[in-house]
């Protein structure tokens, strides 16, 4: 395949899946993998070269999931060496970049999952599956005016998939449109639709001297407002230990042409004083605080401008905060000048029936809900 994007580490022929069983709710689909994702006799290089895994014993559990599904894998992605960074950046295998589309502009590659959102956005799949550390699969969809969504840890089976943390490091979707990301969502988290008995809380959070859209008053009736959240560097601080942390334990010797950010982490883990699991138990002080503040089932919902410029307009607060909780998290680019995060400190089911309720604002020029983008 001609990459002249640097999308692609490897594509394999585009054959119907011989899995497929009797439920094929991905029947027909194309999807691509982020290259930390296993595929059987494959090589696993997590953006390293050489290879972090040489060859793997068999394919991670959401390829084979995907297939008996009835999707047909098309390839693995490029990302950043050790999926750390959020610029498209690999010093291996080529800086990803997005195809210039008549009419759009062209928006910034973030990462760590970047090839992933560009295979999407260039229409050469209809899905694709990366992970998600610090908004690694939120952070390109937000770029390039995609769906995704984090799952939570527990909703999906991470065997064979190379992450940095149990909990903070999961797996996550990035489609075109609305209608593929709740197909994907619930075929993949084996969620059924069940009827809503009651309207989720929701909490608008919005910027500090931002004007309030009209468009969110319709969201609720009622807000609360961001007044009892962990103190940003504090949160940012502590997702930064643990995953240097986790980093420096893995890699403990210096990689050559590694980028800058991986070897920064890399030496911030070496040069820690608290031991993981000291870490780990802020962090548990932290959720039982949330869940204290927040006990009853709740969106958190923040909007974001578009289009972004980079990753320093988003509020990274609330992209770690997901993390941290291990909160299922989603992006919906509701307008071609506004994108939803939201994420849900209850089920999985909650944030899908959200999005997928009839009177979900939408508005008519939705920059890719409403483009014929597959035949």
């Known amino acids: 395949m001609n990459d002249p994007h640097h999308i692609f580490l490897r ?41 972090y895994l040489p060859v793997a014993p068999s394919d991670a559990a959401v390829v084979t999931r995907c297939e008996k599904l009835g999707a047909t894998l098309l390839g693995c992605t490029n990302c950043e060496p050790g999926a750390i960074g959020a610029r498209g950046k690999n010093p291996y295998y080529g800086d990803i970049t997005h195809e210039e589309i008549p009419g759009e502009l062209t928006p910034p590659v973030l990462g760590s999952s970047g090839g992933v959102a560009v295979a999407v956005r260039s229409q050469l799949a209809h899905f694709g599956i990366g992970t998600d550390l610090a908004g690694s699969i939120r952070l390109p969809a937000l770029s390039a005016q995609l769906w995704s969504i984090k799952f939570a840890p527990s909703e999906l089976s991470h065997r064979g998939v190379l992450r940095h ?36 809380p929701l909490l608008l959070f919005l910027k500090e001297g931002e004007k309030r859209n009209e468009l969110l008053r319709e969201l609720s009736e009622e807000e609360e407002f961001f007044s009892h959240w962990p103190n940003h560097s504090k949160l940012r601080l502590l997702h930064q230990k643990i995953v240097a942390h986790q980093v420096a334990e893995r890699f403990p010797s210096p990689l050559q042409r590694a980028p800058k950010e991986f070897l920064a982490l890399q030496h911030f883990g070496k040069q820690l004083k608290e031991k993981l699991p000291e870490l780990e138990a802020e962090r548990r002080r932290l959720q039982e605080g949330i869940a204290k503040r927040y006990p009853e089932p709740m969106l958190f919902i923040t909007p974001i401008s578009l289009p972004l410029r980079s990753a320093a307009d988003l509020p990274e607060e609330f ?26 400190n209850s089920s999985f089911e909650s944030l899908l029936q959200f999005l997928e ?11 890719l809900e409403s483009r014929e983008r597959f035949p």
């Open 319 to 344: 992209l770690l905060t997901a993390n941290i909780l291990e909160w299922p998290a989603a992006i919906a680019p509701i307008s071609s000048s506004l994108a939803l995060h939201i994420m849900c």
């Open 165 to 200: 943390h149990a909990a903070l490091d999961t797996l996550g979707i990035i489609t075109p449109t609305r209608t593929l990301l709740l197909q994907a969502a619930r075929a993949l988290g084996d969620v059924p639709p069940t009827p809503t008995t009651s309207p989720t």
């Open 11 to 51: 594509t394999f022929p585009a054959e119907k899946s011989d899995r497929s069983g009797p439920n094929s709710s991905l029947s027909e689909l194309l999807f691509v993998v982020k290259e930390n994702i296993s595929v059987c006799h494959s090589p696993t290089s997590w953006g390293f070269s050489p290879p």
């Open 357 to 367: 309720n009839e009177n979900f604002p939408i508005r008519e020029g939705a920059p």
